[in-house]
């Protein structure tokens, strides 16, 4: 069956810097589109990042660009999300997902089939 693990996530201060990563595997990683979510305390769940399955073309929602980078390694089935000058609105449950329609500007999660359980990211102030 197909899973997916994220890693990476803990407390860092704010203005530092975060590596987080998604290794998938039972399915056939390079065709899927994958993308981050996150999730803070009482808010529903946002789009961050997405990248297509060849790794060419990313998207980022407003509030990351410039902040926050994702790429992918085909060969290690892992997706990963850098994020550097982290605040504290950053703060959340991140969740990598795969989507088969392979396209990375889909930025909802109903697009999305598999989904990770979920790495937690706290910025300190």
């Known amino acids: 069956q197909v899973q997916l693990v994220e890693s990476g996530g803990g407390l860092v201060q704010a203005g530092g810097s975060l590596r987080l990563s998604c290794a998938a595997s039972?399915?056939?990683?390079?065709?899927?589109?994958m993308g981050w979510f996150r999730q803070a305390p009482g808010k529903e769940r946002e789009f961050v990042a997405s990248i297509n399955g060849g790794g060419g073309t990313t998207y980022y929602a407003d509030s990351v660009k410039g902040r926050f980078t994702i790429s992918r390694d085909n060969a290690k089935n892992t997706v990963y999300l850098q994020m550097n000058s982290v605040k504290p609105e950053d703060t959340a449950v991140y969740y990598c997902?795969?989507?088969?329609?392979?396209?990375?500007?889909?930025?909802?999660?109903?697009?999305?089939?598999?989904w990770g359980q979920g790495t937690q990211v706290t910025v300190s102030s």
């Open positions: 039972g399915l056939t990683f390079s065709i899927y589109a």
């Open positions: 997902a795969a989507g088969r329609h392979g396209n990375p500007y889909y930025t909802t999660s109903q697009y999305y089939n598999y």
